[in-house]
């Protein structure tokens, strides 16, 4: 997925890197359910991301910060990861 109007993007998003997190209680490999954005489409599947974005801001844009959800199958645990964009 590009991003057309940011010449910058999320490296992991983007399959440049893969997010390699463990968790602080147990010790196994997080999951990374995507970016942070995902769960809401989740809970309004008639709406697009597009549409989302433009109802709920998030300063993350702004910043080049993308959220990353990240779950250990084993106990439970989540966590959010804000990864740097980078220069495209
Ligand atoms: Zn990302
Ligand atoms: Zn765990």
């Given at each position: 997925m590009m991003m057309t109007q940011s010449n910058t993007g999320c490296p992991?998003?983007?399959g440049f890197e893969s997010l390699c997190a463990s968790c602080p209680q147990c010790g196994d490999w997080y999951d990374?359910?995507?970016r942070y954005f995902d769960d809401f489409a989740a809970?309004?599947?008639y709406d697009s991301i597009d549409e989302l974005k433009q109802a709920q801001p998030f300063s993350m844009n702004y910043l080049h910060l993308c959220p990353h959800h990240l779950y250990c199958s084993q106990?439970?645990?989540e966590e959010i990861r804000y990864i740097h964009e980078i220069y495209m």
């Open positions: 992991i998003c983007n990374d359910r995507g809970y309004s599947p106990c439970g645990s």
